[in-house]
Structure formats: structure tokens, C-alpha cells
């Protein structure tokens, strides 16, 4: 995928057919002629040299459902998702849930 930033104008020029599908996927998710245009909003961080990965979330679609994994929490305390900044209070002896692929972080 080639991207182009030209001021406050950025262009995505998919390079192959799958970038194509998933553009025109995007693009009906975003665009809606009946209601609101969504927007994307970056998640986490961009850091090329820890994880070549950029994250955004549709603003007015619900995500998915949060999971828990099969570590349990040894106090009361809140959990954070490094990604999406998503957090959870949990109760001691309760899983530890799982969000953006991965152990939520105690911030207790």
C-alpha cells in the first residue's frame, strides 16, 4: 500500500487486490450516504523500530467482545489494554482479561 500526505489530505493507493478489497471494505464501513461518516481515530503507538504496526479505530462501531485469559488476578485491581486504552476492574481470584490480542496490564 503507497500512502501520500499532501497537507491535511492523505491518499492510500492500494498496490495489489487484496489491498483493493480491504480498501473498498474500509471505505463502506466509513462511508455512510444515509447517516454519519465514521472517522478513525490511531490507537497505541507507531514505533517502527518496536512493531513496523499502525492501529485505528472506527469511531461508532462497536469492537468485539472482550475475552479473559487463563491467568487470575491475585488482587482487586483495574487492568489496561496498552493498545486501545480499553480498561476492566477485576476482583481477586477473577481471569485477567484479554483485549487486542493480549494480556491486559495491572495498573494497581
Known amino acids: 500500500m503507497k500512502i501520500t500526505i499532501d497537507k491535511n489530505v492523505v491518499e492510500f493507493v492500494p498496490e495489489n487486490t487484496s489491498e483493493t478489497n480491504s ?10 450516504c444515509v447517516k454519519e461518516t465514521k472517522n478513525l481515530t490511531p490507537i497505541g503507538e507507531f514505533v517502527p523500530t518496536k512493531q513496523n504496526l499502525a492501529r485505528f479505530v472506527i469511531e461508532g462501531v462497536p469492537g468485539g467482545k472482550t475475552v479473559l485469559s487463563e491467568q487470575v488476578s491475585p488482587d482487586d485491581c483495574t487492568y489496561i489494554c496498552d493498545i486501545c486504552n480499553k480498561y476492566m476492574n477485576v476482583k481477586k481470584g477473577q481471569e485477567v482479561p484479554l483485549c487486542c490480542g493480549k494480556v491486559m496490564a495491572s495498573v494497581d
Open 23 to 32: 480498501m473498498e471494505t474500509l471505505w463502506r464501513i466509513l462511508i455512510d
